[in-house]
Every structure is written in C-alpha cells, then in structure tokens.
C-alpha cells in the first residue's frame, strides 16, 4: 500500500535516520560467493546530498596525486635539507612558489592546501629543531670523550656547567642524579650513547663525527 518512496516522502524514516549504522546482514555473511552480502545503510549527515562538494572535499586518488605533486616539488625539498640559519629566508621562497604551484591543483580544495602546506613546514621546523638540539649535546659529550678522553659522567657535567639550553636537560640532570640510585642501572642518555655514539672513530673530522651523530640521534629520537 505505501511505497518505500512514498514512505521517505512523507518523513516515516525521520526519527530512525540519527541511528542508522553499517549494516551487516547474518545471514548473507555466511555466504561467500555473494560479493554484496553487506547491507550498508549510512545516516543522514547532510554532506552527501551536496556531491560535488564532499567529493572535492574528501579525499580522492586524484587529490591525494596533487598533494603528493604539491610536496614533492623541489623548493619544498630544498626547505626540507636547508640549514637552519637558512630556513627562513628560504621559507619566503617555498611560500611564494607554493602559491603558484595550488593553481595548478585543480582537484583538491585551497583550503586543504593551505593546511596540509602549513602542517608540512611546522612539522619540518619541529624535526630540525628536536634532531639538531639532541645532536648538538651527543656531539659536545662524544668530543669530551674521545678527544679529551673524559668519563661518561665527567663529559655529562661538563656539558652541564656549559650551560647548554637544551630539550633535553631533564634527562641530562636525571642521568647526573643517577649515581645516587645506582641500583636503577643506566639511564637512556648512558644507553643510547654506547649504543649509536660510543663507536663513532675518535680520528674523524668534527664534521663528519656532527653528520654521524646527527644520524645516530634520528635512530633513538622519535
């Protein structure tokens, strides 16, 4: 007598549509040579009535190809392996040739662009900043330990009463404070450094030990 059409017309579903979830009907499931056995029924958000729009907004293989074209190009690699005094001036280039560069990305929205493209440089600035800060203190403590022949402990003090402002301090100061709970065995700065630093050779150059170092630091930071 009432048509499923008729029904949804005359708002039968209104109350239930809130609830629909992915459905998965039992006794299709048990059937393996029927490939449409799910019963999927999604609710009613609103967004999938505007197509275009979800489409554009949402990920597809195209906008993902864009995006990845976007990132890949070469003054984002250059941003990616500059040094940090050169970051930011750098940084204004990579803007200016971003900008350009979204025009031609016609499948992916600017606005998704602009995020991913902000995200991408912080991410990048947080990296540089957290590997060079970890390989700037493991580079001070390996030369105070080959070249000056220092103890592990000793070089640790040092580098403490350098007064280096580093992200990790708190581990520096709690591996100096370890002597007095010897039986908690060796902290994680002892650990990582006789394990990725401790072998680095004593007769390479300052710049070549740094790039080691700098190596063994992305091993252990995540």
Same mark, same amino acid.
């Given at each position: 007598? %009432? =048509? ?18 992915? %459905?998965?009907? =039992?006794?299709? /499931? ?9 019963? !999927?029924? !999604? ?14 907004? /949402?990920?597809? !293989? ?9 990132? +890949?190009?070469?003054?984002? $690699? ?17 803007? %200016? ?5 979204? $025009? ?10 602009? @995020?991913? %493209?902000? +995200? ?8 540089? @900043?957290?590997?060079? #800060?970890?390989? /700037? ?19 640790? #003090?040092?580098?403490?009463? $350098? ?12 591996? !100096? ?23 680095? #050779?004593?007769?390479?150059?300052? &710049?070549?030990?740094? $790039?080691?170092?700098?190596? &063994? ?6």
């Amino acid at each position: 007598m %009432y =048509p499923p059409d008729t029904l949804e017309e005359n708002g039968y579903f209104q109350w239930l549509e809130h609830d629909f979830e992915w %459905y998965f009907d =039992p006794v299709y /499931c048990n059937f393996a040579h029927l490939e449409d056995y799910q019963r !999927l029924a !999604l609710p009613n958000t609103g967004e999938y009535m505007h197509w275009e729009d979800y489409h554009n907004t /949402c990920s597809t !293989l195209r906008s993902e190809q864009e995006f990845v074209y976007f990132l +890949e190009t070469k003054w984002f $690699k250059n941003f990616r392996s500059a040094e940090s005094s050169e970051r930011k001036r750098i940084e204004r280039v990579v803007f %200016y040739h971003a900008v350009k560069i979204a $025009k031609e990305c016609t499948h992916i929205f600017t606005t998704l662009l602009h @995020t991913g %493209y902000s +995200e991408y440089l912080w991410s990048i600035r947080f990296d540089k @900043t957290w590997y060079e #800060d970890f390989a /700037c203190i493991y580079f001070e403590i390996w030369k105070l330990i080959a070249k000056q022949k220092m103890s592990f402990k000793g070089a640790l #003090d040092q580098v403490k009463e $350098k007064g280096m402002c580093s992200l990790c301090r708190f581990e520096l100061e709690a591996e !100096l404070d370890n002597d007095q709970q010897w039986w908690l065995g060796p902290g994680p700065m002892t650990r990582h450094y006789n394990i990725y630093v401790a072998e680095i #050779d004593e007769n390479l150059t300052d &710049a070549e030990a740094y $790039k080691l170092v700098m190596e &063994a630091v992305k091993k252990f930071v995540s």
